[in-house]
């Protein structure tokens, strides 16, 4: 498989300065990698063995229920089926360790090809980050404009770095990402809060100040989640 489609450039994700940009990056990947499995890669074998064995979430299978190439999903769903069905559907398979075994039932469903892609996307994107934090002095003042970290990647970004950055930048770093996730959250509490109040009835009234919150729930739910509303993952 074509791993390049999996590399973007640090400042193209960087550089618009809105939203998050880990965020970004995977949406990026997300939809290259929709269009290529719904594509070329359908007829790759390498791609088809894995496919085969990992399967999609249901995120990602709702992605690739959006496309208009819907017999390649089925293609990919046929041979899926029959990966299912030849690797376990026997009776006593359960003690033997087969499908049915407690390992092999709760990796059923939960494995995903394009997850797995993108997590190790994810991890190359991390490394460059704090590599390029670490040489660069514009970066370092690129990474501190950004409008926001959304908490789950605040969360993974702070944790690798805590294990893999250089011990020099690493507060620096941390301190830096910790700002720009809490000045999202601070303004989300403000906004959610306001929306509350303004269903009291002191509030009411044609001139009713919403200010800021009338999104602020879908705001809230992608700053916890990392998707925006109306997108379910598993």
Not at 28 to 49: N, Q
Not at 105 to 125: H, R
């Amino acid at each position: 498989m074509r791993d390049s489609i999996y590399t973007i450039p640090v400042n193209e994700v960087f550089e618009p300065r809105c939203g998050c940009p880990i965020c970004t990056m995977r949406d990026i990947l997300e939809e290259r990698s929709v269009e290529y499995i719904m594509g070329a890669a359908m007829m790759e074998p390498d791609v088809r063995v894995e496919t085969n064995r990992q399967g999609f979430c249901r995120f990602h299978y709702g992605m690739m229920l959006k496309q208009k190439n819907r017999l390649s999903l089925a293609l990919m769903l046929e041979s899926h089926l029959m990966e299912i069905q030849e690797k376990g559907m026997k009776p006593g398979e359960a003690q033997k360790g087969g499908l049915f075994s407690k390992k092999a039932v709760q990796a059923q469903g939960e494995s995903c090809f394009i997850c797995a892609k993108i997590d190790w996307a994810q991890q190359t994107m991390f490394d460059t980050i704090m590599r390029q934090y670490v040489a660069k002095e514009e970066f370092r003042t690129l990474y501190g404009e950004q409008q926001m970290l959304c908490f789950p990647h605040f969360k993974q970004l702070t944790a690798y770095a805590q294990e893999h950055m250089d011990k020099k930048w690493r507060n620096t770093f941390l301190k830096e990402s910790t700002r720009l996730c809490r000045q999202a959250l601070d303004a989300l509490k403000e906004d959610v809060s306001h929306y509350c109040k303004m269903f009291d009835y002191r509030n009411a009234g044609e001139n009713a100040d919403w200010g800021n919150s009338k999104d602020s729930i879908e705001r809230a739910v992608y700053f916890l989640t990392s998707r925006e509303t109306g997108e379910k993952k598993k």
